[in-house]
T-cell receptor
Framework: AQSVAQPEDQVNVAEGNPLTVKCTYS??????LFWYVQYPNRGLQFLLK??????LVKGSYGFEAEFNKSQTSFHLKKPSALVSDSALYFC?????????????FGGGTRLMVKP | DTGVSQNPRHKITKRGQNVTFRCDPI?????LYWYRQTLGQGPEFLTY????????KSRLLSDRFSAERPKGSFSTLEIQRTEQGDSAMYLC??????????FGPGTRLLVL
């Protein structure tokens, strides 16, 4: 079975400050890891992914995430937050051995960036 | 190519009625997925197609739910005898292979 935990329901940060949104996962095999962002009444928008290779992956809008196998984590980061980054963020995992490609999502973290 | 599209965007129905949603994936994406998202939760997997073949179904997909992808292009999700617990956002995604899934805007269903 595969699972994802996002321990924070909400993260508050001031504009211009760095932000981190936490994610930990559990899979039986090797993980494929993803971050998506959701704006109100919208679908999910892909931000970045880790499949293999460099543990630090860079994605859209200046976001990056670091894969840490020993801590089974994939935290989302951005050096300088913007008010427009305020949205709902979802971490997702797929077990490499899951031929169906099913994604399992965390419960989401609401990011609030204040001016 | 404008991404994954879903219709309708909103649907209000009375309990016991049948509803059908449509998903048009990104062209040439052979994999198509349906997810359900309830308020305050992450999306939950419902079913998966590779071309026209439905290869996987979640336990969440009760007998009242049926999905099709007859020609390996668009897909429909039908819910029969809707219940208030079916109220949710229904999300469709497509992918060209094993990696990134691209999501549509969703269909929000409200069952009265």
């Amino acid at each position: 079975a595969q699972s994802v935990a996002q321990p924070e329901d909400q993260v508050n940060v001031a504009e211009g400050n760095p932000l981190t949104v936490k994610c930990t996962y559990s899979v039986s095999g090797n993980p494929y890891l993803f971050w998506y962002v959701q704006y109100p009444n919208r679908g999910l928008q892909f931000l970045l992914k880790y499949i293999t290779g460099d543990n630090l992956v860079k994605g859209s809008y200046g976001f990056e995430a670091e894969f840490n196998k020993s801590q089974t984590s994939f935290h989302l980061k951005k050096p300088s937050a913007l008010v427009s980054d305020s949205a709902l963020y979802f971490c997702a995992v797929r077990d490499y051995n899951n031929a169906g490609n099913m994604l399992t999502f965390g419960g989401g973290t609401r990011l609030m960036v204040k001016p | 190519d404008t991404g994954v599209s879903q219709n309708p965007r909103h649907k209000i129905t009375k309990r016991g009625q049948n509803v059908t949603f449509r998903c048009d994936p990104i062209s040439e994406h052979n994999r198509l997925y349906w997810y359900r998202q309830t308020l305050g939760q992450g999306p939950e997997f419902l079913t998966y197609f590779q071309n026209e073949a439905q290869l996987e179904k979640s336990r969440l997909l009760s007998d009242r739910f049926s999905a099709e992808r007859p020609k390996g292009s668009f897909s429909t999700l039908e819910i029969q005898r809707t219940e208030q617990g079916d109220s949710a956002m229904y999300l469709c995604a497509s992918s060209p292979g094993e990696e990134t899934q691209y999501f549509g805007p969703g269909t929000r269903l409200l069952v009265l």
